[in-house]
């Protein structure tokens, strides 16, 4: 497989799932989870798909952790949407420090960027799991198809 990753490949795919997101919002009002993750999970399901689903992990541990947290604290607006990113933060960056001296045996634990995962967390927790999830996928599938076309990656 023959796939060139670079910054210009990055902005023409979040431009490309940005479009396709708003276009899917219009029409199923449905979100993939913030408008730039559909981009980078097409770049990444044939770079790196593992970080695709540490990534998806991340977000539903996330999602469980606030949805717990909110029994005990008052979670709405603003102020669930920065408990959610700073969650889904710590639960990156620990599971990331814990497995760190394991990585010469493995790929390694990352996730794609420090913010997709709230992202895809919060909305999982706005719309529910199956939707955002289904969303996702179906978004990022056609972003990558649109990439094929337009940038001619080629297997």
Known sequence: MMIVFNDETARIAI????????????RKNLSPGGVIVPGLVALYLVTNP????????VSFLTMLTVRALSKYVILFG???FSVVMLVSFGIAWAVETLTRPYQSLSIGFQVIGF?????????MGRQG????????????IVT????????????
């Open 50 to 57: 593992l970080l695709v689903f540490y990534t998806l992990v």
């Open 129 to 140: 799991t199956v939707n955002t999830l289904y969303t996702l996928a179906a978004i990022s």
């Open 144 to 155: 990558l198809l649109l990439l094929l076309v337009l940038i001619g990656w080629s297997w």
């Open 15 to 26: 431009a490309v799932g940005i479009v396709v997101s708003m276009l899917w919002y219009e």
């Open 115 to 123: 913010i997709a995962p709230g992202l895809v967390a919060n909305e």
């Open 78 to 80: 603003r102020r669930r």
